[in-house]
């Protein structure tokens, strides 16, 4: 039992790293309506940004925090060069700008800093909590109060403030958001500015458990992307009950079903992305859209 | 066909068949096999151009159906002793099998979300080649002896098995030409164009999309079963996400939508990315991507299109004096579905 409730805590750790990169994904999703197959690379810029900084000799939540704030910054960037020309574009084009973007950004990474395995210091090392027989580690706590004061800030921003209320405007109508006046593309720039800070949360969150590369992120994203599909891709809520579940489902799964083992811990992503694509497209928590022909 | 268009398809077949003959004499063995390898990129891109060209679906996990072919052509031959040359078609039918599985639940999908699950899958594959170690060799792979020319050809192992491949690759872009100049080709822009009024027009777009689905990853996996051969070595790590990416990456530049852009994809693959990282390592990577992004957004037909675009200006420019060119269906429905201004200009020069 102890082994289980060991794991559901292993699990619900992933699960919220997992939360925050598919809340990234959530937020570009909803400002511009593609899945961003640059998320993962993005993080992973903003991983090495912060480890830079550490290494000049910044504290490392300082690092954290202007990796999160020149991240937002960065996004704005892509989304101005690289999205807004194709936000009308058919699919095709779409895929093939983002996943140009993967590639390019990832060699860009490798490019500056190298292919070397750099360690990144975990801000909640020294916190350790004793409850019984089960011990809750610092990061535990740690990664949960993030993701906690993440939702409370983001519920804030969107749900009380006359910015928040613009941009969920301009990502739900457009059209109709221009007309009263909302500068709409400031709006989306915003939206994908959000969702690279967030992606920049899950980097510095999950680069102590791994190690900051190029490919560090590969592993990362699949997740997201199964968390932010089982959710669906326009539902905040569905993106963090959708990370729980995922992290929690991989790591159950490694542990209870030899079959899995650590190996194929990847295939239940595949799994769950396929059963969720098949049997409900837009997620467990998405909105269903009808399509006039 | 008219009989001058006929005399100009013989003369291109004929002019291509001397080029390919005379490659394996001309050059070193080394550079030979990168022809070879481009021959066997070259088909796989094919593939990947039916499906995600012509019907429309895109698929970033070609990758996985050309590491299926490689993976039955080196278990077939190194573990139950097949000859290599029946193991190829062999391959070709577990890929084509592969093919039908997973088409038919992951065509249901549309769109982004396809790309989504085909990327899932090219993630999911290495592991698993890494898991069922008995039978796939795990990490290590398997090791299959190159092919080696019979005694009467007089050929070094190199030269034969680019003869090989290139027969092969002129038998499924035979075949691709024909399938896709005709009803398949047409039924499945208009299913990619519109799908209702496909339907409407009686095609049943989930029928074609599985079949050509099918289709393409028999190609992909007769390309994965010859680079076995040509390589004589497969493992997990040869078959990344980059490689199916690479397809993708090779089949826009190429141009999707064209049979002949596969070769202008074989050869990108092949020598752009070798070239870039000489310069640095991560530079490869770099190219690749901006060229893909560069490539969308300049040439959408690709570097196909550019050269329909050049002979067809040319053409125009031919026949102005004497009588009205006819605009041909099949080169008007290749353009894309967003009109770029090139393209609109072309369809004004062609007037």
């Known amino acids: 039992m102890l082994l289980f409730f060991q794991q559901l805590i292993e699990g619900l750790m992933s699960g919220a790293i997992y939360a925050s990169l598919a809340l990234a994904l959530v937020f570009s999703h909803r400002s511009t309506n593609v899945v961003n197959f640059a998320q993962g690379e993005m993080a992973m810029l903003s991983t090495f940004f912060a480890w830079q900084l550490i290494e000049w000799g910044l504290p490392v939540y300082a690092a954290m925090a202007a990796s999160v704030v020149v991240s937002f910054v960065g996004g704005g960037i892509l989304y101005v060069v690289f999205v807004k020309p194709i936000a009308r574009a058919p699919a095709l084009t779409v895929v093939t700008v983002l996943i140009g973007l993967f590639i390019a950004l990832n060699s860009l990474g490798g490019f500056v800093w190298g292919y070397l395995n750099r360690a990144f210091p975990s801000p909640f090392a020294g916190w350790k909590v004793q409850w019984g027989a089960l011990t809750l580690s610092g990061e535990f706590i740690g990664i949960a109060a993030v993701l906690l004061a993440t939702l409370l800030v983001l519920f804030l921003v969107f749900e009380h403030t006359r910015l928040g209320l613009a941009m969920r405007a301009a990502a739900a109508a457009p059209e109709q958001s221009r007309l009263v006046g909302i500068p709409v593309e400031w709006m989306l720039l915003a939206g994908w500015g959000v969702a690279a800070a967030l992606g920049a949360i899950a980097g510095v969150l999950i680069a102590p458990r791994l190690f900051v590369s190029p490919g560090m992120m590969l592993g990362v994203v699949i997740y997201a992307f199964a968390a932010a599909t089982l959710g669906g891709f326009d539902s905040v809520l569905g993106a963090v009950i959708g990370g729980l579940v995922v992290g929690v489902a991989e790591n159950m799964a490694a542990t209870y079903v030899p079959w899995i083992g650590a190996d194929l811990k990847v295939v239940v992503a595949l799994v769950i992305i396929f059963a969720t694509l098949l049997v409900r497209p837009s997620g467990l928590f998405g909105r269903t859209t009808v399509v006039r022909v | ?351």
């Open chain 2, 1 to 351: 066909m008219s009989s001058s268009g006929l005399r100009r398809t013989l003369l291109g077949v004929a002019a291509f068949a001397l080029l390919a003959g005379f490659v394996p004499f001309r050059f070193s063995s080394y550079g030979l096999d990168q022809v070879t390898l481009v021959l066997i990129y070259a088909m796989a891109i094919l593939g990947l151009n039916m499906v995600s060209g012509y019907a429309g679906a895109i698929s970033l996990g070609h990758g996985a159906f050309f590491a299926i072919g490689a993976y039955a052509e080196a278990i077939l031959v190194h573990r139950y002793g097949f000859s290599p040359y029946v193991a190829i078609p062999c391959a070709s039918a577990v890929a084509w099998i592969a093919g039908l599985a997973f088409g038919f639940p992951a065509l249901r999908l549309r769109g982004l979300y396809l790309a989504l699950g085909t990327l899932a899958i090219a993630m999911s594959l290495p592991p698993l080649l890494k898991r069922f170690e008995g039978f796939t060799g795990g990490h290590t792979g398997i090791v299959v002896e190159t092919l080696s020319a019979p005694k009467w050809s007089h050929m070094s192992g190199s030269q034969w098995t680019y003869f090989l491949v290139l027969a092969i690759a002129a038998l499924l872009f035979a075949v691709a030409w024909r399938l896709l100049g005709g009803a398949l080709g047409r039924a499945l822009l208009a299913t990619r164009d519109h799908e209702i009024v496909a339907q409407v027009m009686g095609v049943d777009p989930t029928r074609y999309l599985t079949l050509t689905f099918a289709l393409s990853s028999l190609y992909a996996g007769t390309a994965g079963a010859l680079y076995t051969l040509a390589i004589g070595f497969v493992s997990p790590d040869s078959f990344t996400l980059m490689l199916g990416l690479g397809f993708f990456v090779g089949g826009v530049v190429g141009g999707l939508t064209s049979v002949w852009g596969a070769i202008f994809g074989g050869l990108f693959l092949q020598y752009v990315p070798v070239w870039a990282s000489d310069i640095d390592k991560a530079l490869g990577g770099f190219v690749y991507g901006a060229t893909l992004i560069a490539s969308m957004l300049l040439m959408p037909e690709g570097l196909a299109g550019v050269g329909r675009r050049l002979a067809a200006r040319w053409h125009a420019r031919a026949a102005a004096g004497t009588k009205a060119t006819t605009t041909r269906i099949t080169s008007a429905s290749t353009t894309p579905i967003t009109s770029t201004p090139l393209a609109s200009a072309e369809r004004k020069g062609a007037r």
